[in-house]
C-alpha cells in the first residue's frame, strides 16, 4: 500500500526524487545519531543533527510507557500498524470535510515528525506529498519504536519547551520513567495546540473540558490494555501535582516577571541546561 503511495506521489510530477536527496540522506543518519536544536525570536525550534547525545535527550526505555502509550495512543491510534501513512485517518478527514465539517488533521506521528525536523508548517499540496514521500522513506528504514522515541525528545510540550525530559521536569518535577498515567495523559493533552493547553499549568487547575479529554486519553489507553481498569480508575482520582503545588504562584510569577526580567524562554533553558544527565557521543 505504501508503495502504491510513492508511486502516485511521483507520478503526479511534484516530487522529482532529486530534489529529496539531502533529506533522504538526513533521515539516513537518524538510526544512531540525535536532534538537537535552537529557539528563534519566536521560540520556535529549528533542528539539528548531531552525534552527541544532548542533556535533554531519553531513551524510549528511559520513558514511563504511561508517557509514551498515552501520546501514541492520543496522537496516532494506529502507529504500530500503518507504514507511516494512515489511509484509513485520511480518508475519513476527507469525508467529513466533504459532508461540510472543518478540515482536520491525519497526520500520523511519523509525519510529525518530519514535517517538524525537514519541512515547514506551511499548508499545501506540494509539502504534503514530500511530507508522504519522506515518511515512507523513514518508515522503511527506521523501528517504530525509534520513530516515537525521536518524536517525543523534539516535540514541543508548552511555548519554548521541547523534549519530554524537559516538560517532565518542567511540569511533574521528576524524570519521564516516573511518569504516571494521568501525567502522561497530560501530556498527550497538551500537544494539538501546546501554548492554550498549556495554561492549565500557569493556573493550576485543570478546566472542565480538559478533564473530560484527559479522562479520554486514559479510556483508550485502558481499551488498548496499555494500563489496567484499576489503574484507569486511580489515574482518574488523583489530582496532578501543580493543581494545588505550593510554589505554583512563584513559578508562574518568575515566567512573566518583569521585575526580575525572566522570560518565559529563559525560565524554561534553566531546565534545558540541567548538568545532572550524561552527555554522550557516538562513533560513526
Known amino acids: 500500500m505504501f508503495r502504491a503511495i510513492l508511486v502516485i506521489s511521483l507520478f503526479i510530477g511534484c516530487l522529482p526524487i532529486y530534489l529529496e536527496i539531502d533529506n ?6 537518524l538510526d544512531k ?4 536544536y535552537t529557539l528563534d525570536k519566536d521560540a520556535q525550534a529549528k533542528y539539528h543533527f548531531t552525534k552527541t547525545q544532548p542533556k535533554s535527550w531519553v531513551s524510549l526505555n528511559e520513558i514511563s510507557p504511561n508517557a509514551y502509550y498515552a501520546i501514541q495512543i492520543n496522537e496516532d491510534w494506529n502507529f504500530f500498524e500503518h507504514h507511516g501513512v494512515d489511509l484509513t485517518q485520511v480518508g475519513s478527514a476527507l469525508y467529513d470535510y466533504f459532508q461540510g465539517a472543518k478540515l482536520r488533521g491525519a497526520s500520523t506521528i511519523s509525519q510529525q515528525f518530519i514535517k517538524n525536523y525537514l519541512l515547514t508548517s506551511k499548508r499545501n499540496i506540494l509539502r504534503k506529498i514530500r511530507e508522504f514521500y519522506l515518511t515512507l522513506i ?3 528504514n527506521l523501528s517504530k519504536e525509534r520513530i516515537l522515541e525521536l518524536y517525543l525528545n523534539t516535540i514541543e510540550y508548552g511555548p519554548g519547551l521541547y523534549g519530554i525530559l524537559n516538560a517532565s521536569k518542567f511540569y511533574f518535577k521528576k524524570l ?4 504516571l498515567p494521568e501525567e502522561g495523559a497530560f501530556l498527550a493533552l497538551i500537544l494539538p495546540n501546546p501554548a492554550v493547553f498549556s495554561r492549565s499549568f500557569y493556573e493550576k487547575k485543570i478546566s472542565q473540558g480538559a478533564k473530560k479529554e484527559i479522562q479520554n486519553v486514559l479510556h483508550k489507553m485502558a481499551i488498548m490494555k ?4 484499576q489503574e484507569k480508575f486511580l489515574a482518574s482520582t488523583r489530582q496532578l ?3 494545588d503545588q505550593e510554589d505554583a504562584d512563584h513559578i508562574t510569577e518568575s515566567l512573566s516577571s518583569p521585575v526580575r526580567g525572566t522570560t518565559k524562554a529563559q525560565e524554561i533553558e534553566f531546565y534545558n541546561n540541567d548538568d545532572d544527565y550524561i552527555v ?4 560513526d
Open 176 to 179: 519521564p520513567k516516573d511518569l
Open 226 to 229: 496499555y494500563i489496567t481498569k
Open 280 to 283: 554522550e557521543t557516538i562513533d
Open 24 to 29: 533522504v540522506f538526513s533521515l539516513s543518519k
Open 241 to 243: 501535582s501543580f493543581e
Open 138 to 140: 523513514m518508515e522503511q
Open 33 to 36: 545519531g540525535f536532534i538537537t
